[in-house]
T-cell receptor
Framework: GAGVSQSPRYKVAKRGQDVALRCDPISGHVSLFWYQQALGQGPEFLTYFQNEAQLDKSGLPSDRFFAERPEGSVSTLKIQRTQQEDSAVYLC??????????????FGQGTRLTVV | SQQGEEDPQALSIQEGENATMNCSYKTSINNLQWYRQNSGRGLVHLILIRSNEREKHSGRLRVTLDTSKKSSSLLITASRAADTASYFCATDANQGGKLIFGQGTELSVKP
């Protein structure tokens, strides 16, 4: 597709339930990022992939959060045993290049997760 | 935790007026980017300014960067109601493209 696609757009989970959020980046983009955005706040970095390699996962808030990108394209962010504080919008972004000269990131519409 | 702060947190102006938003950050950067977010939508990239640049223009947007003060400003000239959105600055500290966002400025342009 033309842009970054995320699914589902909305997810309501009961506390303790596991969820999986999907991101389809722009075709050919090497870098893929996950961000978490709480209501009224700016996005906060979670994790970053270059192709299939997860190069930085310093932003993952706990070991309940796990991300993968096994073939270097589609990525899944999994949250186990969801808690109310996990409620947020989860944004995925991709960009075409890595290295010293940064480029713009293209964001998906996000998945709004509500834990009840 | 987020890189820096933006001010004002909220800005309300009339159509046709200029809007100025400021961003401060804490660490050395490779570049600084500005994004726009409409309610309930993803972020849209507006403009990127590299650390060796001081000013950049794109249409009605003007961005300045002062690396000695670790600050940037975004000016939107001749604002339109359609410019109503949240605006975020984001810094790239050459860590693979990872962006650190500010808290954002919520701009409201009244027709």
């Amino acid at each position: 597709g033309a842009g970054v696609s995320q699914s589902p757009r909305y997810k309501v989970a009961k506390r303790g339930q596991d969820v999986a959020l999907r991101c389809d980046p722009i075709s050919g983009h090497v870098s893929l990022f996950w961000y978490q955005q709480a209501l009224g706040q700016g996005p906060e970095f979670l994790t970053y992939f270059q192709n299939e390699a997860q190069l930085d996962k310093s932003g993952l808030p706990s070991d309940r959060f796990f991300a993968e990108r096994p073939e270097g394209s589609v990525s899944t962010l999994k949250i186990q045993r969801t808690q109310q504080e996990d409620s947020a919008v989860y944004l995925c972004a991709s960009s075409s290049r890595t290295g010293a000269r940064g480029t713009e990131a293209f964001f998906g519409q996000g998945t709004r997760l509500t834990v009840v | 935790s987020q890189q820096g702060e933006e001010d004002p947190q909220a800005l309300s102006i009339q159509e046709g007026e200029n809007a100025t938003m400021n961003c401060s950050y804490k660490t050395s950067i490779n570049n600084l980017q500005w994004y726009r977010q409409n309610s309930g939508r993803g972020l849209v990239h507006l403009i990127l300014i590299r650390s060796n640049e001081r000013e950049k223009h794109s249409g009605r947007l003007r961005v300045t960067l002062d690396t000695s003060k670790k600050s940037s400003s975004l000016l939107i000239t001749a604002s339109r109601a359609a410019d109503t959105a949240s605006y975020f600055c984001a810094t790239d500290a050459n860590q693979g493209g990872k962006l650190i966002f500010g808290q954002g400025t919520e701009l409201s342009v009244k027709p």
